[in-house]
């Protein structure tokens, strides 16, 4: 699978964002039986995990962005999206997609869980 992560930017405190990851999956396959994620990654810091939404579309979150941002997605779109409100200056980061079909629940924070990733878009929020 191929994705293509989009709707980064620069924002102020407060202002909200949303972010879409669109799936090119293989002949034969589905995007429903992908495990979809969001990691981020600061300068000068270790990627982190931000959110996952599984085959079932219960969504998970990291404690620093629960209750600000919400994960979904449209199987029939093969697209996945995050809703980020209230943001803060320290949600600055390169946000990247990720899916794996065989990830399990207790590993959905780990990047080394995931097989595919897209390129990141840049999410700035600055005064």
């Known amino acids: 699978v191929q994705l293509q992560a989009s709707g980064g930017g620069l924002m102020q405190p407060g202002g909200s964002l949303r972010l879409s990851c669109a799936a090119s999956v293989a002949s034969g396959a589905s995007f429903r039986n992908y495990v979809m994620t969001w990691f981020r990654q600061a300068p000068g810091k270790e990627r982190e995990f931000v959110s996952a939404i599984n085959r079932g579309s219960s969504p998970f979150y990291a404690d620093s962005v629960k209750g600000r941002f919400t994960i979904s997605r449209d199987n029939a779109k093969n697209t996945m999206y995050l809703q980020m409100n209230s943001l803060k200056p320290e949600d600055t980061a390169v946000y990247y997609c990720?899916?794996?079909?065989?990830?399990?629940?207790?590993?959905?924070?780990?990047?080394?869980?995931?097989?595919?990733w897209g390129p990141g878009t840049q999410v700035t929020v600055s005064s």
């Open positions: 990720a899916a794996s079909r065989q990830v399990i629940m207790s590993s959905y924070f780990r990047s080394d869980s995931y097989d595919y």
